[in-house]
């Protein structure tokens, strides 16, 4: 079974700087998606990033970077200038194409980032 | 606008009573899932339905029950065998088997005393 690990509770960073969350996974598919979503105070999820397996680029997304490495089963994800409406929850996130079955999305823990102003 | 409701947004029931979580959607997705978030944890699969009149348990489903007749509509039965309902709901869709990405809804936090 496909698992998702975020060895980070909580961290924190200071306006405008930069912070990376770490994600690590396990499967052995080799088509597959990875996200980072984030859910602020109000709980609602939002999409940050995707990122397809088969493309070796790194996804980004304004602010939003992610490092991917695929051979370490590594998705970290590079938050740049950060702002006070990134403080979050952050939720690093698996999807397996062509499971059989629930083609389900399967998170880690996630980590809660403080933004000090 | 298209998008997920869940209502209510906060519900509160008594221990020993079956109470229903809704869940709408009008994006006319095929795929629609339930899932279940603890502190301290990320969310977890209760049932999935991938077309009308069929559903699936996922990782956590025992003392839940859903029901999937209309495509837009995916309700979920915290029934009295949960032994621990309090949380928050969140449901969500997606397209169809192709597609990968999914939508989630504001959630319903359920509170059991």
């Known amino acids: 079974a496909q698992t998702v690990t975020q060895s980070q509770p909580e961290m924190s960073v200071q306006e405008a700087e930069t912070v990376t969350l770490s994600c690590t996974y396990d499967?052995?598919?080799?088509?597959?998606?990875l996200f980072w979503y984030k859910q602020p105070p109000s709980r609602q999820m939002i999409l940050v990033i995707r990122?397809?397996?088969?493309?070796?680029q790194n996804a980004t997304e304004n602010r939003f970077s992610v490092n991917f490495q695929k051979a370490a089963k590594s998705f970290s994800l590079k938050i740049s200038d950060s702002q006070l409406g990134d403080a979050a929850m952050y939720f690093c996130?698996?999807?397996?194409?062509?499971?059989?079955?629930?083609?389900?999305?399967?998170f880690g823990q996630g980590t809660r980032l403080t933004i000090n102003p | 606008d298209g998008g997920i409701t869940q209502s209510p947004k906060y519900l509160f029931r008594k221990e020993g009573q079956n109470v229903t979580l809704s869940c709408e959607q009008n994006?006319?997705?095929?795929?629609m899932y339930w899932y279940r978030q603890d502190p301290g944890q990320g969310l977890r699969l209760i049932y999935y339905?991938?077309?009308?009149?069929?559903?699936q348990k996922g990782d956590i489903a025992e003392g839940y029950s859903v029901s999937r007749e209309k495509k837009e509509s995916f309700p979920l039965t915290v029934t009295s065998a949960q032994k621990n309902p309090t949380a928050f709901y969140l449901c969500?869709?997606?397209?169809?088997?192709?597609?990968?990405?999914?939508?989630f809804g504001p959630g319903t936090r359920l509170t059991v005393t």
């Open positions: 339905s991938q077309i009308v009149n069929d559903f």
């Open positions: 996130a698996y999807f397996g194409r062509w499971v059989q079955g629930a083609q389900k999305l399967v």
């Open positions: 969500a869709s997606k397209p169809g088997q192709g597609a990968y990405e999914q939508y």
């Open positions: 990122q397809e397996a088969y493309k070796q």
């Open positions: 499967t052995s598919e080799s088509d597959y998606y």
């Open positions: 994006l006319n997705h095929d795929a």
